[in-house]
Every structure is written in structure tokens, then in C-alpha cells.
């Protein structure tokens, strides 16, 4: 189990790494770019030096206007999202976790308890 150390922005460094692992508009993530799971565009989130950062307006302004992700909710759009997709973009977010997870513990930012 991990315990992250530095709070930013509200949640902690680590409680935004783990909220981005469960959000299914998410394909994958790095420290500073978040792939969209629509349209699969890498959206930058850099500013300053808070990693991991998903409440980012770029982000935020995307996932509003990508159609892709608009046609999921939309019940009457041929383009959904499949099952297959859904399981292959969480085998991804969850690559992405673990990459996470392992840089911030070296770069310090974790403890193991
Ligand atoms: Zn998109």
C-alpha cells in the first residue's frame, strides 16, 4: 500500500494518479499529458510542477468538446463505446498507474507503509 506525501491542488499526488486510473474517458496518462480514450489525442496538462494533474483546463476544455466522447453518452450514436475498448483502455490506465506509481516512489514523492 502507498501513502503520498505532498497534498497539491486538494487531493494528493496520489489520490489524482488513482482517480485517473478509474476514469473511463482516460486511455493512459503520464506526469504531464493525459491521452483521451475518444479520439486518443495526448492532451497536455503541464504547468509549474504539479505531476499528474487531471483537473488541468486543457484537459478539462477537451473532455467537453471531443465529439468521440460525446458520442458515448449520446444513445443514439452509432459510435459507442464496446466492451473490448472499455477492457483494453483499463489494461492501459492501469500501465499507466503502475508507471506512475513506481516514478513518483523514486522520485520520492510516495512511502510504502
Ligand atoms: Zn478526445
Not at 485517473?20 to 493525459?34: D, E, K
Not at 463505446?81 to 492501459?92: C, D, I, V
Request: with cysteine; hydrophobic share 35%; net charge positive.
Amino acid at each position: 500500500m502507498y501513502t503520498g506525501t505532498r497534498a497539491l491542488s486538494g487531493r494528493n499526488v496520489l489520490q489524482r494518479v488513482e482517480d485517473m486510473s478509474a476514469n473511463p474517458t482516460i486511455r493512459s496518462f503520464g506526469p504531464y499529458a493525459i491521452a483521451c480514450a475518444g479520439c486518443g489525442v495526448a492532451i497536455s496538462t503541464r504547468r509549474g510542477a504539479v505531476l499528474y494533474d487531471d483537473c488541468r483546463d486543457t484537459w478539462e476544455s477537451h473532455k467537453t468538446t471531443c465529439g468521440v466522447l460525446r458520442d458515448w453518452n449520446n444513445p443514439t450514436s452509432a459510435r459507442t463505446l464496446t466492451a473490448a475498448k472499455r477492457a483494453e483502455h483499463e489494461r492501459s490506465r492501469k500501465a499507466s498507474r503502475d508507471e506512475a506509481l513506481a516514478h513518483l516512489m523514486a522520485e520520492g514523492y510516495l512511502e510504502r507503509v
